[in-house]
């Protein structure tokens, strides 16, 4: 609702003292006009224009928001609309493609939304005497009511009220905040609880937030122990939409005191962790994660409890970290964001946490995680990177094998601005200000609004302005410097040692420069309440913030969005900071004024509602995002089908890849995963074992193991089962009881690899950990070892490399994988290859009864995924042709041509091959043409003898008999997907359980493929 007049005389808002001790933003610690900027340590001096408008005055000296960056490009390539239903509910007919054209039209919604609120008031003029509309507080973005007196005209507007927000409830969205603490203060007398609003930036920023109906979940900060309290203060909390979660003394004190503000704290605020020189140390910093871990817990219990379909919930701040994993555990259709409030570290600060993985692992179950800045926003990616070594792009995280996305994006936090401006026409803040022009007449006053803690460099300030003064003798009688500094913690020595620094520090400087009237710095350790605050701000010439490393704070946390109109310094450099005092101070009026200008039109654009409102509709975008990327990620194999298809079918064909399909896991379950050197050697599951000995002994089954791996590494895998290998790619094809022999071109050039082998070599030195596989017909440089980003950037210094030199003018292929590199001649891939593996097979075994049943199981690269589409009978077979009718491309010594309706009944759908000629060169499927020319070899003398071997049908393949299915892959042309080689071991375990012995005669079994 909108903000009109306001009669109370008495305001209960809390000032400095509560703000600073909540580590959100607050709209009374976000008056500044600076912030440090991560990774730089830049502070900023902002100057303002004394001349311009009072309100326009306090406004400038206020943090604002950054911009958020265009972090996210379009969704897809595909469609451009979608329409999506699901259990969040149905989406808008039309869906456009990109995030950003959403996020537009979200945002001119809301802005009509709250053009419309905005004439939501009462028009009448007795009402308005009567009665009058405010924040009420800011009780979670309630308007309230306040009158002078309970008259009719009261009643009659809050009934409005009631009955315009029931009218408005069923159509929003509920918004669930969950934070370490209510926005109330809890206290008790007797049975019955009196509460009181505290201030605080989150409170703040969600106090404007109308088109969602929100509701808070915390710790009220009281010890509740008996039943009858805790019913009574949840009753008092509920007509406050506040929702308690209970915890008992211990766990917090070791929750909050101990794991939250002893160990997350320092460790996000670059302070290191205590050092640990006895073992019931390390027990006790064990006990305060297993206390945190009970804690979220509880909160995560208490949101179920009050979750409905389609609520939004909202975690705030390194107290609830595992709470996403808790509520996706419940229910993985939530939508779940979570909002840090403090800088997060650098990934080498950050890996000295001993509980690293687990909890980068239970924030990655939110769908949308969001920071102040880029930087941190940068680091957090990074972390996710080299401690778990999943993959980071430009929009978050990929943390799961089949492509789920955690986004990860920057919103930083604003104020509210219209408070300041309310609070200037207030009669006694107007007599503060005139009170302070008088005792400050002819000084320009410096203003510092910092917690008294070791982050805010407090002392660099003073020793900064001690200089200045030092160097500046003319300035000595005519500048102030009044610093605010509230006390916290005062129980714990540092701080206690750093207020008797801070005042020695004040006590030098006021001795060296005072006179008997005056003195160059007014030291405060306390706050001032919220309205002398404002007064204080009005009469400031220059801001200063010397923020060593803090969040969006306080003071804090503005320099990147307001550099442009402030003077950004290093707080660690004490005479940079006193020059830019001295600049500050000199700065011409015109250069003020525009400065002015530049940071209050941003800080009144960019609110701290506009922060909330950005985030929720990016969380709500983020899951629209996750339905539209689903649509090209296959769906999970149907196991039960694909077993009840083997059962029934005759003769069946099962193609499986090796490596990362029928290997052990590396990050499975009691591996240290990817810190630390893992075994490069590929090894059979070993689950597999008896799996391949029943199968192998089924005499209509035939299995095909293609790999890009050598000979020796599937002769030492798969040598001692009953089956056929295909290696490099199928370059090489044996079966376990015959000999190698080679499938490629006989006229295949392969000069190319001397050329290209020292490049390898080389970026093999350069990079720790990669390592060189040298096979004869391709070389692979695989980094998956080390460390991620710099094997990236190894990557491509190598292509660059390469395709200016070694291979510009070579009939090679470079096949890029997710952290390898390989080079092969050109058209050799396993759609290609699997045409004569096929051919082999056929006409040595002389087959007559169709194969009416196909799983190709394997991870493929890109490249080679043809071989899922080569199997497709619901894809038509094309060719082409040169202009004098010759084959340029073809399917090689397969050919699927559609065969009539047989009396067995295999319908239109199916697909038929038999031997075609071998003067056709090997096929690259999907339009993926080769760039060099089709091979035109002569048959060789095997070739001629397959070629003569021309049989029937071998293929009777119908569509619902055919599974492709790729694994951990997010995209591909395969019908299906399974997350990981465990998930192919159980579908392997279920076909073998299936396997039921039968009698065959010695005349057909001859007749089925092994």
Request: with cysteine.
């Amino acid at each position: 609702m909108p903000y009109k007049q306001a009669n109370r005389d008495s305001d209960k808002r809390k000032g400095c003292e509560e703000e600073e001790n909540r580590s959100t933003c607050s709209s009374s610690l976000e008056r500044c006009y600076s912030s440090f900027t991560p990774g730089e340590f830049d502070s900023s001096i902002h100057c303002r224009n004394t001349e311009a408008n009072p309100i326009n005055n306090s406004n400038n000296n206020n943090s604002s928001l950054l911009v958020p960056p265009d972090h996210l490009g379009s969704l897809s390539d595909e469609d451009s609309e979608h329409c999506l239903s699901s259990k969040h509910g149905k989406y808008q007919a039309k869906v456009p493609t990109s995030r950003v054209d959403r996020l537009l039209q979200q945002r001119q919604r809301s802005r009509n939304r709250n053009s419309f609120q905005q004439h939501d008031k009462p028009l009448d003029s007795a009402l308005q005497g009567d009665g009058l509309w405010e924040r009420g507080d800011g009780w979670l973005g309630r308007d309230i009511l306040v009158s002078n007196s309970s008259g009719h005209a009261a009643t009659l507007l809050s009934d409005a009220m009631d009955s315009g927000r029931n009218m408005m409830s069923a159509e929003r969205q509920r918004l669930l905040v969950v934070a370490n603490r209510l926005p109330v203060s809890a206290t008790r007398i007797g049975d019955a609880w009196s509460l009181e609003l505290s201030a605080g930036g989150l409170v703040s920023a969600l106090l404007g937030v109308r088109q969602f109906e929100t509701r808070w979940i915390g710790w009220a900060g009281v010890n509740v122990p008996d039943e009858v309290g805790q019913i009574a203060l949840k009753n008092a909390l509920e007509e406050k939409r506040c929702v308690p979660v209970f915890l008992d003394e211990e766990t917090v004190h070791q929750y909050y005191n101990g794991y939250s503000n002893n160990v997350l704290w320092p460790l996000f605020h670059y302070l290191g962790l205590p050092q640990e020189d006895r073992l019931s140390a390390t027990r006790s910093l064990e006990d305060q994660f297993e206390a945190y871990k009970r804690a979220n817990g509880k909160f995560a219990e208490v949101v179920q409890s009050i979750y409905k379909e389609g609520d939004v919930i909202w975690c705030h701040d390194y107290h609830l970290m595992f709470l996403p994993k808790f509520l996706k555990d419940y229910d993985v259709n939530m939508k779940v964001g979570w909002f840090l409030h403090t800088p997060f570290p650098s990934s080498e600060i950050y890996r000295m946490l001993p509980s690293r993985s687990e909890l980068l692992k239970a924030v990655l179950c939110a769908d949308l995680i969001g920071f102040h800045t880029y930087d941190y926003a940068r680091h957090f990616v990074s972390a996710c990177t080299r401690i778990l070594g999943l993959e980071g792009t430009r929009s978050g995280v990929e943390d799961h094998p089949l492509g789920k996305l955690t986004r990860v994006a920057a919103f930083p936090i604003g104020i509210d601005p219209e408070r300041f401006s309310e609070a200037l026409s207030r009669p006694d803040v107007k007599r503060y200000i005139k009170e302070l022009q008088h005792k400050f007449a002819g000084r320009k006053v410096m203003l510092g609004v910092d917690r008294l803690d070791t982050i805010k460099g407090i002392p660099q300030k003073l020793l900064a302005f001690e200089k200045f003064l030092d160097e500046n003798a003319e300035w000595r009688d005519k500048v102030l410097l009044v610093q605010i500094a509230v006390p916290t913690r005062t129980d714990v020595h540092d701080y206690q040692r750093l207020t008797s620094q801070v005042h020695e520090i004040v006590g030098r400087i006021n001795g060296r420069f005072g006179t008997l009237t005056t003195v160059p710095i007014h030291h405060l350790d306390r706050s001032l309440d919220f309205h002398r605050l404002c007064a204080l701000y009005a009469v400031t010439d220059v801001a200063i913030v010397t923020s060593l490393r803090d969040g969006m704070n306080l003071l804090a946390g503005a320099a990147q969005s307001l550099g442009a109109g402030a003077i950004l310094v290093n707080p660690w450099n004490i005479s940079d900071v006193a020059v830019a005092i001295k600049d500050a101070l000199d700065m011409p009026e015109a250069d003020r004024e525009n400065c002015h200008r530049h940071n209050f039109e941003h800080v009144t654009t960019h609110t701290a509602q506009v922060w909330a409102e950005t985030f929720v509709s990016e969380l709500n975008d983020t899951i629209v995002e996750a339905e539209l990327r689903t649509l090209h990620i296959p769906p999970h194999l149907p196991v039960e089908e694909a077993v009840v298809k083997y059962q029934e079918s005759k003769n069946r064909l099962l193609i499986l890849g090796f490596n990362a399909t029928m290997t052990t896991q590396v990050d499975g379950p009691g591996r240290r995963g990817p810190e630390q050197i893992r075994e490069m050697k590929l090894r059979l599951h070993p689950h597999l074992q008896e799996v391949f000995r029943i199968l192998c002994k089924d005499p209509r089954t035939t299995i095909v193991i293609l790999s890009g791996s050598e000979r020796n590494v599937l002769d030492e895998a798969f040598g001692a089962f009953d089956l056929w290998l295909a290696a490099e790619n199928g370059m090489f094809l044996r079966h376990t009881r015959g000999e190698w022999k080679t499938t490629m071109p006989e006229h295949l050039n392969m000069d190319w690899m001397d050329s290209v082998q020292p490049v390898f070599d080389y970026f093999r030195e350069r990079t720790p950990r990669s390592y060189v596989e040298v096979r004869e017909t391709s070389l692979l440089w695989n980094y998956k070892y080390a460390d991620v980003e710099f094997g990236r950037v190894q990557a491509r210094d190598m292509l660059q490399h390469l395709w200016t030199g070694p291979i510009s003018n070579a009939a090679v292929d470079v096949v890029q994988g997710g952290r390898s590199v390989e080079v092969r001649p050109v058209g050799v891939s396993k759609g290609a290859a699997i045409d004569r593996i096929l051919g082999e097979i056929v006409h040595r075994k002389r087959i007559t009864i169709p194969i009416d049943y196909v799983l190709c199981i394997g991870h493929f690269l890109s490249k080679d995924e043809d071989i899922y589409t080569f199997f497709e009978p619901e894809l038509p077979f094309e060719r082409e042709y040169t202009s004098n009718g010759k084959i340029l491309d073809g399917k090689g010594l397969i050919d699927r041509r559609p065969v009539p309706k047989a009396a067995g009944g295999a319908s239109a759908s199916t697909r038929s091959c038999s031997a075609g000629s071998f003067e056709e060169a090997p096929l690259q499927s999907n339009g993926d043409r080769s760039k060099a020319t089709a091979y035109k070899e002569k048959p060789t003398s095997r070739e001629e003898e397959f070629a003569k071997q021309e049989g029937s049908s071998v293929l009777d393949l119908k569509g619902e008999n055919y599974f492709s299915c790729a694994v951990g892959r997010k995209r591909s042309n395969a019908r299906y997907s399974l997350p990981s080689s465990e998930d192919v071991v159980s579908f392997l375990k279920s076909i073998a359980a299936s396997y039921a012995p039968v009698n065959v005669n010695h005349s057909s079994s001859k007749n089925l493929l092994r």
